[in-house]
């Protein structure tokens, strides 16, 4: 039978756009309560910091791409973008309109990942021959990306396998969300495993001819690289919400404003989560995760009673200036706390191992 292109209200539906970090973790938490839809345009939800680790280790892909019908069995998924809002119902790109009791939007970055897990699966590999098959990669971006994925690789390929890896990035030092002295050890531990750091140049490997073997930065130097990689960080997905009703609540950053309570415009049916969201802290997937947990619980309540007086809502918190850790390989990690940074198998011991690799499954 045809799919429905309505999907008419229930009275407790919950309508969540985008399954990333925060989105999924909410429709996990809800599909017992309420009847919750994911909008998303991939089937799967996918870690964001695990994917370094999977484009060079394959028993890590598993768990890193999980069917987002693997977690929600008693949720509707709908694999589409939203393209469109009003004040009850979500318009999607496959014609298919979704009514809403209440709304989360959660779209955090833009998505350029395939919809299907087999050909995001494929990605991975073919990421991997690519590494494989290269005697050098150039790494083009000194952010948390780039830096993570210089170092996996070089912790990853041994003699005789090992890669030259040469990581051009265009600021004065890398990672420039940390402060200097976190950025000048990754420096350090990068060039004592033989990482070619080249600072303040840039190159655009994209613009070369397919078969290109040599790029030339804007200082004149000459990378060799058999593949490349380029690692910028994604701009936030909030550009459709500019035609909806919700368009006088993004700011010029493309962030969506919410208040303590997370809800958008003070409207009693619309919250915001993770990275989309104007809250004032470091967009990070555990503050992502914390966000839902606000709204979850809210929700609940919400549903329960139907309107909640003000202050018995959950107020969210924002993080105080908090810690960032860049993973290095296998056994080590860069860790940036409010008031000093350490580099070493202690951060590692916390982060990179296993990376966190859990679904919101657990
Ligand atoms: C390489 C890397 C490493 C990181 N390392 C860490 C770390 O170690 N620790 C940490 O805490 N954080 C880390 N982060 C940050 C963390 O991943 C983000 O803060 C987190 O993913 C934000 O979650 P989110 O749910 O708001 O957005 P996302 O996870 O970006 O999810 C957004 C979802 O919305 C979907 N979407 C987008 N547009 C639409 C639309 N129009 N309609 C429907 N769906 C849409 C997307 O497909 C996606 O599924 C890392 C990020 C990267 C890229």
New binding site residues.
């Given amino acids: 039978m045809a799919e429905p292109t309505m999907l008419r209200s229930t009275g407790d539906r919950v309508v969540i756009?985008?399954?990333?970090?925060?989105?999924?973790l909410l429709a996990k938490t809800l599909q017992n309560h309420a009847d919750v839809v994911l909008?998303?345009?991939?089937e799967y939800?996918?870690i964001?910091?695990a994917?370094?680790r999977a484009q060079v280790d394959p028993i890590a892909l598993d768990r890193t791409v999980i069917p987002h019908d693997e977690y929600l069995s008693h949720a509707k998924v709908v694999t589409?973008?939203?393209?469109g809002i009003d004040d009850s119902v979500v318009l999607?790109s496959i014609g298919r309109a979704v009514a809403y009791d209440f709304l989360v939007i959660?779209?955090?970055?833009?998505?350029t990942?395939p919809p299907k897990r087999p050909d995001r699966i494929d990605m991975f590999h073919e990421d991997r021959r690519r590494i494989d098959g290269a005697k050098s990669v150039l790494i083009v971006g000194g952010g948390?990306?780039g830096v993570?994925l210089a170092a996996e690789i070089v912790i990853s390929y041994a003699y005789p396998d090992k890669k030259a890896v040469t990581l051009v990035h265009g600021g004065a030092r890398l990672l420039e969300a940390m402060g200097p002295r976190a950025a000048g050890k990754a420096l350090d531990w990068l060039r004592y495993k033989g990482v070619t750091v080249l600072l303040d140049q840039t190159v655009d490997p994209a613009s070369a001819p397919p078969d290109a073997r040599e790029f030339t930065t804007s200082a004149g130097e000459t990378v060799k690289a058999d593949c490349y990689f380029v690692c910028a960080?994604?701009p936030l997905?909030s550009a459709?919400l500019r035609e909806t009703f919700l368009k006088d609540h993004v700011n010029d950053k493309g962030q969506l404003a919410v208040d303590e309570h997370l809800r958008v415009g003070g409207m009693r049916n619309v919250f915001a989560?993770?990275?989309?969201t104007d809250v004032a802290e470091a967009?990070?997937?555990?503050?992502?995760q914390r966000q839902?947990m606000v709204v979850s619980r809210n929700l609940k309540l919400l549903l329960v009673k139907g309107s909640v007086r003000e202050e018995k809502l959950h107020r969210y918190k924002p993080g105080a200036k908090s810690t960032m850790?860049v993973?290095l390989g296998r056994y080590d990690a860069l860790a940036e706390l409010p008031f000093m940074s350490f580099l070493g198998s202690l951060p590692g011991a916390v982060?990179p191992r296993e990376?966190?690799i859990t679904g919101p499954g657990g």
Avoid: M, Q
């Fill in positions: 756009v985008g399954g990333g970090i925060a989105g999924a909008i998303d345009p991939k939800f996918e964001p910091w994917n370094l589409a973008c939203a393209t999607t959660a779209t955090g970055r833009t998505c990942r948390p990306v993570e960080s994604r997905a459709w989560v993770g990275d989309i967009k990070h997937g555990y503050l992502a839902a850790t993973t982060k990376l966190f």
